[in-house]
């Protein structure tokens, strides 16, 4: 019976999905473990560190399937160590005494760090792959939209025209700088560590450095410099990796959002028959899937602060803050699978509006364009002088809700230096989008040379 909202079956679906549960489970987790006690002791056997039989026969039975992972469990509640119970279960089901020979000079960080690199290892191709499909999705969109017109908002007011394509641009390039910072930190994060209790290898012989190569390079992860038992920023690294990423995703659901509202009606998450937004008002379709995106970024932003307080490590190894990784880092790769599976999927269908945008940008009547007011009446007039004329009669326009057209026409300060066509034409927006079209251009253009 889960009680964990990642694994519940009412709200699982909520915080993962079904690929980051089978890579982070109590399964995945043993399995993970025996896979680097394989490449150890196939390395050991390459190097007649161990018998090659033993190596090989160790081989063929460490298959979490041949194991009870409930009675390790068990085992390691009672022993008050986290994997002695897992090297034992293997121990029994070996023949002809190989199972002496696993474990061989390696510690028990070793096994668990690496075996969750494993995990994240497993991971990473889906995160690469949901990335590329958001950023993706957001490529289509800034395409589509290169030239619809919409309201571009400061502190959370109108301010000037831009069009949508260009706001999803700039999402463009923020996601593809974390799909570049995602790939760059591969082999940092991407590296094991077997070397023994203090990282001297002492257990291991003259041939240490050889045995840890070879194993590493059988399970295809990086090889360390150094022991990095008591340096976490590897796994710190991933962590702010992965709250960047989400703070990127928790914005853009969060536009999605606010867009979405009744009063701005520009935006809106995809909607399908049966989708229910509330159980008392039938009309409402809530936006449930970017709130959970919202929600899901706050999660991981959580994870994040637990794991980089992990950082603070004593001498060669402190197992108390690592067991704050061991619950910290499988919850944040889980949540931060199930907001990219969300993300995605609303941006791959996301609802726009273009009609709404266009009739949102004279909402104002016309002080959108203030700007361009000021800057036109400027060059007759003197910039600074402009901006305090232009000021007092948008303030006189919005508090007595006149056309900003006609203050305009009916201020002498104006109407001697711009005509009235002039200033009709001046106060049209989609004249005043700058260069967002060409600045979506410029923007995927980039993008392509790096895909």
């Known amino acids: 019976m889960a009680s964990h909202a990642s694994e519940s079956l009412l709200y699982g679906a909520s915080f993962s999905t079904p690929e980051f549960l089978e890579i982070f489970n109590d399964h995945a987790r043993v399995q993970a473990w025996f896979d680097v006690e394989v490449a150890l002791a196939k ?29 390790i469990g068990k085992g390691i509640s009672a022993t008050a160590h986290p994997i002695v119970p897992a090297i034992r279960a293997l121990e029994q089901i070996c ?9 061989y000079g390696a510690t028990t960080q070793d096994i668990m760090d690496t075996g969750l690199v494993l995990q994240i290892k497993k991971s990473w191709p889906i995160i690469l792959r949901d990335l590329l499909g958001i950023q993706g999705a957001l490529i289509n969109l800034a395409k589509q939209h290169r ?23 700039v999402w463009v390039d923020e996601i593809s700088r974390q799909l570049a910072r995602f790939r760059e930190a591969e082999p940092r994060v991407l590296s094991g560590n077997i070397t023994g209790a203090v990282g001297t290898m002492a257990a291991f012989g003259s041939q240490g ?18 022991c990095w038992h008591s340096s976490r920023d590897r796994i710190c690294e991933l962590a702010n990796l992965l709250t960047q990423i989400s703070g990127s995703l928790g914005k853009i659901a969060r536009e999605i959002y606010t867009l979405q509202q009744v009063e701005f009606g520009e935006l809106a998450e995809p909607h399908h028959q049966g ?29 994040q602060v637990a794991i980089t307080d992990a950082a603070f490590q004593e001498n060669e190894r402190y197992s108390a803050l690592l067991r704050v990784e061991l619950a910290a880092v499988p919850e944040m790769m889980i949540y931060t699978g199930a907001l990219l599976s969300k993300m995605r999927g609303v941006l791959e269908n996301l609802e726009v509006f273009p009609k709404r ?8 009547g016309g002080l959108l364009l203030s700007e ?59 004249a005043y989008i700058g260069e967002s079209e060409k600045i979506v251009d410029d923007v995927l253009a980039s993008v392509q040379t790096t895909l």
């Open 43 to 71: 390395a050991q056997g390459e190097l007649d560190v161990i018998p090659a039989e033993a190596a090989i026969e160790i081989s063929k039975k460490a298959y979490v399937e041949n194991v009870d992972v409930a009675e």
């Open 95 to 103: 023949e002809d005494g190989a199972g002496e020979y696993i474990h």
């Open 147 to 169: 030239s619809t017109p919409m309201v571009g908002r400061t502190h959370g007011q109108q301010a000037l025209p831009l069009t949508f394509g260009y706001k999803c641009a």
């Open 209 to 226: 450095r050889e045995i840890q190569k070879l194993a590493l390079n059988y399970l295809d992860l990086a090889v360390p410099n150094i």
């Open 275 to 303: 989708k229910v937004g509330s159980s008392t008002m039938p009309h409402k379709r809530n936006p449930a899937i970017v709130e959970l995106a919202i929600g899901l970024s706050r999660l991981i932003r959580a994870q």
């Open 357 to 364: 945008m266009r009739s949102n940008l004279d909402m104002l």
């Open 372 to 430: 361009k007011v000021m800057l036109a009446l400027g060059e007759k007039i003197g910039k600074q002088t402009a901006h305090e004329v232009v000021y007092e009669i948008a303030m006189e326009s919005f508090e007595k809700e006149i056309p900003f057209q006609e203050s305009l026409i009916g201020d002498i300060r104006v109407s001697k230096h711009l005509s009235a066509q002039e200033i009709g034409l001046l106060l049209d927006p989609v």
